[in-house]
């Protein structure tokens, strides 16, 4: 699998401030959306929730690029999830090219249609839960891929859970079609890992979390 690698781009701390402020949006749509989860169906490979598209199928993009992760209160995960995202879609012998996550980090840098297209993308997301597709189609090009995966970070913490001590990672992934702007697929799910005395590395975590959730995500090996 080749993976597309350019020059590493400057910090991408300066659009961090202007996705943060979705955030709030977040909590609105959330509210909104708690009515509409009996739509999602169970998912085979035993995810919280998955949803298909009608083209889910036969859905089979060669290029793909995992975006900045969307604002939470767990923005300090967002490099990692996005490194080990990408890093499992490398896997995938389907998809042809992966976009490394400093090459999609420099396109938003270089280029304010591409950044200020991601912004829009992001806003009506969440103000509208579903994907616009001209933006979409805007971001796939200027990306040069025929898909992109947009990620939320739902969880990224030590905590206790059952009487446990138990690392957490919980994350949203929805995978879009760059060629049309529809959403192809998109699920929800989490996993734990409990402890003792030595906590897990949480990046551990979340790339077991990755392996299971790419695995039900389109497309999918033929059997």
Not at 3 to 25: D, E, H, T
Not at 60 to 81: F, H, K, N, T
Not at 92 to 105: D, H, L
Not at 117 to 125: C, E, K, Q, T
Request: aromatic share 8%; with cysteine.
């Amino acid at each position: 699998m080749k993976v597309v690698r350019l020059p590493l781009a400057r910090s991408p701390g300066y659009f961090n401030g202007i996705l943060k402020n979705m955030f709030m949006l977040h909590h609105l749509r959330r509210a909104i959306t708690l009515c509409l989860l009996p739509l999602l169906v169970a998912g085979c490979g035993g995810l919280q929730e998955v949803w298909e598209g009608p083209g889910a199928k036969t859905f089979r993009p060669q290029a793909i690029a995992v975006l900045p992760p969307m604002a939470s209160q767990y923005d300090s995960a967002r490099e990692d999830i996005q490194d080990v995202l990408s890093g499992t879609l490398m896997k995938v012998a389907s998809i042809e090219r992966v976009v490394s996550p400093e090459t999609v980090t420099d396109v938003f840098q270089a280029s304010k249609e591409a950044f200020d297209s991601l912004v829009f993308y992001f806003s009506r997301l969440e103000m509208t839960g579903h994907s616009d597709k001209e933006a979409a189609i805007k971001l796939g090009k200027a990306l040069n891929v025929d898909s992109f995966l947009v990620v939320r970070v739902n969880s990224w913490e030590y905590a206790r859970k059952e009487g446990d001590n138990v690392g957490r990672v919980g994350l949203s992934l929805r995978l879009v079609d760059a060629t049309t702007g529809t959403t192809v697929w998109k699920a929800r799910h989490e996993k734990s890992s409990s402890y003792m005395f030595y906590r897990p590395d949480l990046k551990d975590v979340a790339k077991d979390l990755a392996t299971e959730m790419i695995a039900s995500m389109p497309p999918q090996a033929k059997r």
